[in-house]
């Protein structure tokens, strides 16, 4: 683990490449979900396990969240990513499921949802092998795509990824265009970098975490609207990051579904997939060399 406060900046990869979004569209949305049912209160603190009310935050994807969104993307014709851990693979299989049958692309999420941190790689490779072979097991499927729990990384845990065959992540903060990571072994994943604005868990679950109050309708949505039509102004993606439990609740759910009827107005948005945007990106840089 490195603490060397030298300055120097924390990502070296260089400003993410302007390749042209496909079609001649002007930007890209990425509607991301992380699907963590209890696994994010067990990440947090495994005494959850014993707290039922805790836990039935979580309880609430499968019995209600999840196949409330998956109506609303099906009547507005959207395919997502749901980025699904291990552990809610296994204790939630027929949701899961639902997700897939949808259409939707699965990203890896870790397995207990643990923060990653450096210097704990053990860890970490746990928790990746453990992400996989759940995914595999229980939905057939290898994904290509990983967004860290808690949006936490670091460069062994790029670098493992990579290995892993994860083409992209869908993490960091530092821009509002895809890019590929440098690691000191060679290229990395590509990122398709998320905008905390778009974070439906700062708005609709606080009061869980924090005694800040839970944020209304108007409030974010006007947030949201004004964060897609700058980035659009841009040509960025606006990534989302929005979870069954906080989104898949009624208030919660309607907005989400006035922002999605809001973007629609616009003819020039790519509504796409992380996996959609990986192979974009991919053909892109084969075109450049």
Known sequence: MSTDPTPRPANPAPPAPEFPWPDGKRCALFPGFDVDAESVWLGMDRRNADRLVTMSYGGYEARVGIPKLLELLARYEVKATFFITGWTA?????????????????????????????????????????????????????????????????????????????????????DIRPYRHVLPTGPGPIEIPVNYSFDDWNFGITHRMSPRALFG??????????????????????????????SGRPMRYRILEEFLQYVRRYDDVWWTTGREIADHFEACESAAR
């Not at 450096?118 to 928790?127: C, D, F, I, R, S």
């Not at 453990?130 to 057939?140: E, P």
């Not at 936490?152 to 845990?157: A, I, K, N, W």
């Not at 897609?228 to 841009?234: A, G």
């Open 90 to 174: 296994e204790a939630h299989p027929v949701a899961c499921e639902a997700i897939l049958k949808a259409g939707h692309e699965i990203g890896h999420h870790g397995y207990w949802h643990l923060r990653p941190e450096p210097g704990n790689l053990a860890t970490m490779v746990e928790e990746v092998d453990r992400g996989f072979d759940a995914l595999k097991r229980v939905l057939g499927v290898k994904p290509i795509g990983y967004r860290a729990p808690s949006g936490e990384s670091f460069t062994e845990l790029l670098a493992l990824l990579r290995d892993r065959g994860i083409r992209y992540s869908s993490s960091w903060r530092d």
């Open 217 to 246: 309708r108007e409030e974010v949505l006007s947030i949201w609207r004004d964060e897609f039509d700058q980035t659009r102004e841009w040509s960025g993606v606006a990534t989302m990051i929005m979870h069954p439990q906080v």
